[in-house]
């Protein structure tokens, strides 16, 4: 049995696919959401890993986000290790090295390369799924406003790290590596807003934020650390964060999506 946790914009295709595939699939996440059809939802939360132990009994393998930097990374880990987990696909970030390591991902990658037998991590930049960011300002008012409107990035699909994550939970091919993934080419977000106007076919205006007025906008979402350290991303890339990465097509077996290929998939949300 797989345990998926996070049921959003991975999990779902994720366990689409794993499904798809004729495996017994367990997907936890604080909230009851629906499911596709075979797959059996465990309501648990990742701060309180003992509640986490009647989810993941019978499981043999997990894929494994942290979304919080307040998770208790090591009680969980142990606590899928008792319950019989051999192998963890890892979402970590891009973040973990790119700008000198990050104590809370370079920990948790620690974690679980030290812990479980066998691990695949998978380090993602920034998702094509942040422009739904977007989506109420342009479903409203046909304008996207966001910071840093003319400095370039390679998006990756959501769906491409879960088939990235799909591959490494079935695979043993990607054992023992850590990917970094992005996608195909690097987009200013006036070339997404541009990309997001023409799939509605209509005009949307895009009006460039200060850092200031994103700060105070991304807080509502995120506490302050994470918030300046997304903006450092955004703002002044390194190298390796404008850059496609090598190894996207190396854990998809394929080259990944385009954003154009999202925005088609996800068009309802900004109509
Ligand atoms: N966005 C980016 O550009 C980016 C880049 C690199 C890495 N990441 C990482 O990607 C992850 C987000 O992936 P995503 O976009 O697929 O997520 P998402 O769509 O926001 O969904 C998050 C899922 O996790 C569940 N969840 C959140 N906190 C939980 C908890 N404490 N216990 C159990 N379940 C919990 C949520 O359900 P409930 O709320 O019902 O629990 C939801 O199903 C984060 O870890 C983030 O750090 C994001």
Redesign the pocket.
């Known amino acids: 049995m797989i345990v998926v ?8 295709p994720l366990i689409e696919s794993l499904v798809a595939a004729g495996q017994e699939v367990t ?7 629906t499911l596709p059809d075979g797959a059996r939802h465990a ?5 309180d890993p003992a509640g986490l132990a009647p989810a993941l009994e019978g499981a043999d393998r997990m894929f494994l ?4 930097p307040t ?1 208790p990374v090591a009680e969980l880990v142990r606590t899928a290790r008792s319950a019989g987990v051999e192998r963890i696909v890892l ?5 973990a090295t790119s700008r000198g390591d990050d104590p809370f991902l370079a920990g948790l990658e620690r974690t679980v390369t030290t812990e479980a037998p066998e691990w695949t991590v998978l ?5 094509a ?2 422009a739904l960011l977007w989506a109420e300002s342009v479903r409203s008012a046909r304008t996207v406003r966001a910071p840093f409107g003319d400095v370039p990035l390679p ?2 699909d ?1 769906a491409d ?1 879960a088939a990235a994550a799909a591959a490494a939970l079935l695979e043993d091919a990607h054992l023992g590596r850590h990917y970094t993934l992005n996608g195909p080419e690097a987009l200013t977000p006036r070339a997404q807003t541009a990309a997001i106007a023409a799939a509605l076919g209509e005009d949307v205006r895009f009006v460039e934020q200060t850092r200031e007025e994103a700060f105070a906008e991304l807080s509502q979402f995120w506490p302050p650390a994470v918030v300046d350290r ?1 903006l450092d991303a955004l703002g002044t890339p390194t190298e390796d964060e404008r850059t496609p990465s090598p190894d996207t097509a190396l854990a998809l077996g394929r080259s990944p999506r385009t954003f154009d290929d999202w925005v088609a998939r996800h068009v309802g949300a900004f109509s």
């Open positions: 946790t996070g049921t959003g914009n991975i999990g779902r997907a936890v996440s604080r909230r009851p959401t309501s648990g939360d990742l701060a986000m942290a979304p919080d998770l979402l970590s970030s891009q973040r380090r993602p930049g920034g998702f799924s942040n998006p990756i959501p790290i997304t």
